[in-house]
């Protein structure tokens, strides 16, 4: 505790870091995640290509993303560039597969309906489609962000870890309560994200808050009997 | 180009064999994750299974996988090092925990997405408790159970990287020595070799996991696919985030 006081300044700097860098991967994964989702949800021929390609990329493990990458972006290793872009990657391949979901849960008839009444396309996927998808977009954008705030710590091998620089700084000084902070804050960080993320949706999505409620005064019912 | 030097490097038969060869280093690299995926499988496949079948709990297991998902296994593990000192045990444990929630998720899932239908008939024709779980819902249920394997295997494979940082080998170790000693190359043929290792790894349980559906339910699958499909856990869940380390 001690230790944090005095050095409140580096730990708010590195936490204050840790949020820029992770923010931006999270963000593009999503808008990205949106044209992406809908080719792959629409052609059978694009989804399998995506989740083939992205399925590839997910695998590649993140260390050795962010060591291969500054050759091919043409950027310095301690580039934070570097650490960003591949943490995107992950984002964008962990929404194409969630978001081909998303737009597979929405009711067929639904979308029928919606023709019927007159929706053209574009209309019908950004008023219908969208938003109806939305809770499987969610769940999936927690995911990317929980993974995505706890990764960025590796990324302290190659000088752009953020948080992760306490781990690497309080083991080589052999001193548990720096690594301990460390984690606390990345944990601290990714609830936060997490809190954040639920409170957006509960405010763009009431209809889920709602079903949510329904559900639980169902429930006991179904139990007994 | 740094590209092709790393190829060279790794298809260089000087750098097969010996202390810092290719070879043994891709031996420890699957020891370490041999071990602590078996730790994993026995600590959560009974776990897994036991939620999925009594149907209780599972509210714990989706708060388990999102939470240990935001725990960085990277710190986790200095932290433990600082206490128990340098040793292969500290990065089994670290590593097993990081993968027991993606086997647990799968085995639940597993067993939660075989149809409520299957498990009354077993039931009413008389099949015991375990007779039910061995013969019916495990076998339906092992595409998923696999696949949470399959996703644990993967986070295992590439956090195992950070064992190089550690004091011990495995792959990793390339990428570590490589960037102490500002040699890309070793690098990032490190990079080339682990991601080879995931994707392999990655290839052989998928095919894995299509052998292992059952023939009843490959035959009727053209009929069936797209409504198990829907109703199986969100894939967010099994597909567990691979890429630490």
Redesign the interface.
């Known amino acids: 505790m001690q230790w944090l006081w005095e050095n409140r300044d580096l730990v708010f700097g590195l936490t204050l870091e840790h949020v820029r860098l992770s923010i931006v991967p999270i963000i593009v994964g999503f808008i990205a995640c949106i044209p992406l989702g809908w080719l792959a949800n629409r052609y059978r021929m694009t989804r399998a290509i995506q989740l083939t390609l992205f399925g590839i990329l997910f695998t590649i493990p993140s260390l050795a993303l962010f060591v291969t990458l500054p050759s091919v972006l043409g950027t310095k290793i301690l580039n934070p560039i570097n650490v960003v872009v591949a943490l995107t990657i992950y984002a964008i391949a962990i929404m194409v597969r969630g978001a081909a979901d998303a737009f597979d849960s929405v009711s067929r008839d639904v979308i029928q309906s919606a023709t019927a009444v007159g929706f053209s396309s574009i209309s019908r996927f950004w008023t219908v489609e969208f938003p109806l998808a939305g809770p499987v977009l969610l769940a999936n954008l927690r995911v990317v962000s929980v993974t995505t705030v706890s990764l960025l710590s590796v990324g302290a091998l190659v000088g752009n870890g953020a948080l992760g620089y306490l781990f690497i700084n309080g083991y080589q000084r052999d001193f548990p309560t720096e690594v301990m902070i460390g984690i606390v804050f990345t944990l601290l960080i990714a609830i936060a994200f997490d809190q954040a993320l639920v409170g957006i949706g509960r405010l763009l999505m009431p209809w889920t808050r709602r079903s949510k409620t329904v559900a639980r005064v169902a429930a006991p019912v179904a139990g007994g009997v | 180009m ?2 092709v030097a790393a190829i060279l490097f790794i298809f260089d038969p000087e750098n097969l064999l010996g202390d810092k060869g290719i070879l043994p280093r891709l031996v420890d690299h699957l020891l370490y994750t041999g071990l602590s995926l078996g730790a994993a499988l026995l600590v959560g496949i009974p776990i897994g299974l036991l939620i999925g079948h009594t149907g209780k709990g599972k509210n714990v297991v989706i708060a388990l996988t ?1 939470s240990f ?8 593990l ?2 433990i ?3 128990t000192g340098l040793g292969l045990w500290p990065l089994v444990f670290v590593l097993a925990v990081l993968a027991i929630p993606p086997i647990i998720a799968g085995a639940y899932s597993g067993l939660d997405s075989v149809s409520r239908e299957t498990i009354d008939a077993a039931r009413s024709i008389g099949m015991t408790e375990w007779q039910i779980l061995g013969k019916v819902e495990i076998p339906l249920a092992l595409p998923l159970i696999l696949g949470g394997v399959r996703s644990a295997t ?1 986070q295992i ?3 195992a ?2 064992a190089g ?1 550690v004091g011990l080998t495995g792959l ?1 170790r390339f ?2 020595e ?2 102490a000693y500002h040699d ?1 190359t070793i ?2 043929a ?3 070799l ?2 080879g290792l ?2 392999a790894a ?1 290839g052989v349980l998928a095919l894995l996991q299509k052998l292992v559906v059952p023939h009843g339910v490959s035959r009727g699958s053209a009929r069936t696919t797209t409504k198990s ?2 109703r199986s856990i ?3 869940m099994t ?7």
């Not at chain 2, 998902?69 to 986790?76: E, I, M, V, Y």
């Not at chain 2, 597909?239 to 380390?245: K, L, V």
Request: glycine fraction near 12%; charged fraction near 10%; charge should be positive.
């Open positions: 740094l590209f999102g998902r935001a725990l960085p296994t990277f710190g986790l200095l932290f090092i600082l206490f993967l494979i590439a956090t990287t950070i940082y990793g990428l570590i490589g960037l890309y690098a990032f490190g990079a080339i682990v991601a995931a994707l990655d499909k829907r969100p894939s967010a597909r567990a985030p691979i890429t630490e380390g």
